[in-house]
T-cell receptor
Framework: ETGVTQTPRHLVMGMTNKKSLKCEQH?????MYWYKQSAKKPLELMFV???????ENNSVPSRFSPECPNSSHLFLHLHTLQPEDSALYLC??????????????FGPGTRLTVL | AQKITQTQPGMFVQEKEAVTLDCTYD???????LFWYKQPSSGEMIFLIY??????QNATEGRYSLNFQKARKSANLVISASQLGDSAMYFC???????????FGAGTTVTVRA
């Protein structure tokens, strides 16, 4: 299944680095999401984009900056991260962001380690 | 407040046997959707099955079925004829009406033994 792809799959960065995570969906969906999955914690929704417009931002620190240039691409720009930001970052897409029946399809994730 | 509860952190099941994964949820809405996802060690979250709150019949998808008991607010996943490839983490999730948020449970790790 290659409906949602994420690059890179693994990333190690220092606290002063700037890096970006990329997500691309090939499903023709209009909504895209960023989730954070830390060890021993449920998945946390970070951002939601619908038709390239941010519709939800769940109190995420400003060191995480999302960008959605079009409905197929979603980026997460990272700068001055902390070691506690080390986690698996998952991207997802769904047909819309409004309908309860819409299934979210996930990418393989980027495993981020902050040193 | 936590809305999805998965009480089984880990389970072992013999190959070819069935296994039931528990999920209870909390919502005051009448309209909602329930999802199950599988996450192998590779990390990808794979959609398995969906149950709508107004669906009268339990959802089924191949070897996966959902035992939906609305009054008890439970949505247990049943995996029949377990295979070694079923070894993974399984997450129950709920989506409330007209919302963007999919709330996940803590997950259950399933290990299938040969």
């Amino acid at each position: 299944e290659t409906g949602v792809t994420q690059t890179p799959r693994h990333l190690v960065m220092g606290m002063t680095n700037k890096k970006s995570l990329k997500c691309e969906q090939h499903l023709g969906h209009n909504a895209m999401y960023w989730y954070k999955q830390s060890a021993k914690k449920p998945l946390e929704l970070m951002f939601v984009y619908s038709l390239e417009e941010r519709v939800e931002n769940n109190s995420v620190p400003s060191r995480f900056s999302p960008e959605c240039p079009n409905s197929s691409h979603l980026f997460l720009h990272l700068h001055t991260l902390q070691p506690e930001d080390s986690a698996l970052y998952l991207c997802a897409s769904s047909p819309t962001s409004l309908v309860r029946t819409d299934t979210q399809y996930f990418g393989p994730g980027t495993r981020l380690t902050v040193l | 407040a936590q809305k999805i509860t998965q009480t089984q952190p880990g389970m072992f099941v013999q190959e070819k046997e069935a296994v039931t994964l528990d999920c209870t949820y909390d919502t005051s809405d009448q309209s909602y959707g329930l999802f199950w996802y599988k996450q192998p060690s590779s990390g990808e979250m794979i959609f398995l099955i969906y149950q709508g709150s107004y669906d009268e019949q339990n959802a089924t998808e191949g070897r996966y079925s959902l035992n939906f008991q609305k009054a008890r607010k439970s949505a247990n996943l049943v995996i029949s004829a377990s295979q070694l490839g079923d070894s993974a983490m399984y997450f129950c999730a709920m989506r409330e009406p007209w919302g963007n948020k999919l709330s996940f449970g803590a997950g259950t790790t399933v290990t299938v033994r040969a």
